[in-house]
């Protein structure tokens, strides 16, 4: 009877919660429409009262559109600019043929509405000559609905690696790796040896003819795991390189994720990012990195990891860059 009683009571706690959660999201549903009238009617514009909505419907309505191409397809958007998203990349792609004309591509991304999340797999061309966008619609092969993943452009080719989708029933990192050739529109799946593990809000840059990624963050059910590793794809055999080589001793940033990068001369400045720290018996802290590395990349021609030196190293101004063309750069940190 003991075992019996209590299998009512957490049906009966069960079926509490369900109630309580289904009034909390209609209640929650009714403010957001009252902030959608608000907002339309402060505007004054017919068109922004149904916006979230016909976001919402749009978005919801390019799979079964996609499901449907049997060939590379390029359409005109129904508006003039793409629907609001977050986390999506957008790279800049050179035409090979003329150094004045080139176009943007836009892949990916999240649309919150303040109760769902809608994760998008769409790529968007912009025209920077005609100042025009559009949709490149593929058939499969092509890469799951993503955001917070990497993207490079080489060679007329877009390379997407990793990334997220959540939504209210599943939370997944990627670890596939995707590119894209602009001139055939047709994407395709990289399955070389040894990528890195599956994660979400990386940094990435080209070199040469390499592919640079740093750090990243992946998150599950009971873990979340920041990550301070680099990896080097050579985009010309499309091989990853092993970095593994390197002393755990070495000097390197902490684990972290949403860092600024950028390419100067043949090393990659990083900045920033934020991690979360877990004491023990304890709630763990998001923490904001405001320290700057600069990571060497010559080493790589020799089939080396590339190393990092911190700018807050002393020795970092009169050894590390003198004998390169950025000393200049390191002046920027001394202060």
């Known amino acids: 009877m003991g075992k019996k009683g209590k299998k009512v009571d957490a049906e009966k706690k069960a079926a509490l919660q369900a109630r309580k959660e289904a009034r909390q999201e209609k209640a929650a549903r009714k403010r957001l429409s009252k902030q959608q009238k608000r907002n339309s009617s402060s505007v004054g514009d017919p068109d922004e009262s149904h916006l979230i909505d016909e976001v919402l419907h749009a978005y919801k309505n390019h799979e079964g559109k996609v499901t449907k191409i049997e060939k590379p397809t390029m359409e005109s958007l129904a508006h003039r600019f793409p629907l609001p998203r977050a986390n999506a990349t957008f790279e800049c792609v050179a035409d090979e043929k003329s150094k004045n004309r080139g176009h943007f591509y836009l892949f990916g991304g999240e649309y919150f509405d303040g109760l769902e999340t809608v994760v998008l797999d769409e790529l968007l061309r912009f025209d920077i000559q ?88 992946f998150e ?8 301070q590793d680099v990896h080097v794809f050579n985009l010309q055999t499309e091989t990853w390189m092993d970095c593994c080589s390197q002393s755990r001793l070495a000097l390197k940033p902490n684990a972290r994720s949403g860092s600024n990068l950028a390419l100067f001369g043949d090393n990659i400045v990083v900045h920033g990012g934020y991690s979360k720290i877990k004491s023990p018996n304890t709630v763990a802290e998001t923490k904001t990195h405001t320290d700057a590395w600069v990571l060497h990349l010559s080493p790589i021609l020799q089939e080396k990891p590339p190393t990092w030196v911190s700018c807050s190293s002393s020795k970092y101004h009169y050894h590390s860059f003198c004998s390169s063309n950025v000393h200049s750069f390191a002046l920027l940190f001394s202060t």
Not at 136 to 153: D, E, F, G, K
Not at 220 to 227: C, I, N, P
């Open 220 to 227: 599950a059910l009971r873990e979340t795991k920041f990550y």
């Open 130 to 217: 005609k100042k025009e966008w559009k949709e490149i619609l593929t058939p499969a092969p092509r890469p799951n609905p993503r955001c917070a993943h990497s993207c490079v452009s080489y060679k007329s080719c877009l390379y997407v690696f990793g990334g997220e989708t959540s939504s209210s029933d599943q939370y997944h990192h990627y670890r596939d790796f995707w590119k894209f050739d602009i001139h055939k529109k047709e994407w395709e799946e990289i399955k070389a040896k040894n990528p890195p593990s599956a994660r979400s809000g990386m940094g990435c840059m080209v070199w040469k003819h390499y592919m640079i990624l740093f750090g990243g963050f």
